[in-house]
Every structure is written in structure tokens, then in C-alpha cells.
């Protein structure tokens, strides 16, 4: 089984579901990585005293730390605009997207959910192009793209998880969620090593205290289609 992830930053995939593709790698499937942005814009650059140019280098670097570390069958990394996607016309992106699709002949495509989990704007843009992409190739009759899967938070009260003063988290509601992908001991150890691959952002992963709130599994929606029970594994029951 052949999947790919699609997300618009680097550390999307360690915030994320590194876990669950780590699993996977185990499992003895291909996982690969796209990456739209080199992240430059971030405003740890301020921090750090670097332009964006050289702050998008530093990210670069440190996404072929996780690259390493994960063991990503393959990975690549664009440049387009962070933080400057809605500015982009939006079938720019999904030929990139595409093209990228075309290459890989994924089996399952992921990304974010319609919520983005945190609401940031390139992660909104993410969601449309994922689907956009996904419904124009199931058109056209592509034989390996089976699935679209929406990596997300379960939900926790009263719908948002907030964590100090500067992170609000969107979530999924129970009957929103699909499959949820356990993780074992050796799952979480490659997801907390990936986000030790980001140096630069280790004040920030110690302030949202990323790692202690990682939990037994991850979570994800399935577009356009229902599970429950939920799934346990996201290459169960694919559609024909």
C-alpha cells in the first residue's frame, strides 16, 4: 500500500501523525511526504534573527532530519508562499498537487481537515486543494487513488483544546472520526524523535507541551465515506 501525505508546512506531519506513519512503515507500506512550503515565514525567524530565505533553509534541513528519522519511503519539499497560499490561485496549487499525485500513484492521500486543527489559513487552503485534487483524479478514472483520509483531534468538551495563550485547537466530533490507528512504544518514540529533528521550534513543542499530550492513537475522517465501528487501520475496507 502506497500512501501520501500532503500538508503545507514543515512539522505539520511531527504536530501531526508521524505516529501513524511510522506505523505504517512498519507495516511494510510506502509513506511519502509533501511538503508546500518550506515554512520560512514562521515567527521563530524573528527569534533566531534570520530572513525568511534563510529561515526556509533551516526548515528544509531539519524536515531531512525527519525524513531520516521516520524513515519516509520519500519525501519532497516546495516553495511556495508560506502563510501565502490564499493568495495563490488556487489551481496553481492543485497542479502542483497533482503533478505530485500523478508521480507518487498514491493508493491513500492525507492531509488536514476542514477545520485545519488549528485554523491557520494555509491549512484551511490545504483541505480544498486535497479534495478539489482528489475528486478531479477520481473523475478521470485513476485506478490507485482509493481513499482521502483527514488527519485529525478527537473532540474534548466543548469542541476546541486550548493550551497556554497562543494555541487554540480545533477538533473532530466522535462521529466525525473513522479510524483510529493505535500507536505503540516504538511509534511514539519516532513521532517525539521527529519533533526533536526541529531545533528551532523546541521552545515552542516544550511551551504547547506537545509531547506529554500525546495520546495511545491518531485519529482520522475519511471523505465521503462512514465507519462504525471505526476503522483500526486506514487501508481496511477500501472502496473499489
Known sequence: M???YVF???DDES???AGAMHHQLQQGHEVYLLTLTKGGATKQRHRLGLSIEEMSEVRYQEMLEVKKTLGL?????LDLPDSGLKYMDPREIERVVTDHIREVKPDILVSYPVHGISGFHDHLVMHAVAKQVFLALRDEG???LKRLAFFTIPYEGDGTFKKGNDFIIKQSLPDEIDCSVSLDEANIDALKASLDCYKTYQRVIEKAQVKELIGDAIHFELFQESFNPRLIDLADQLPS
Open 142 to 144: 485513476v485506478p490507485y
Open 15 to 17: 504536530f501531526g501523525p
Open 8 to 10: 503545507p508546512h514543515p
Open 73 to 77: 519511503t520519500g519525501m519532497t519539499v
Open 2 to 4: 502506497r500512501y501520501l
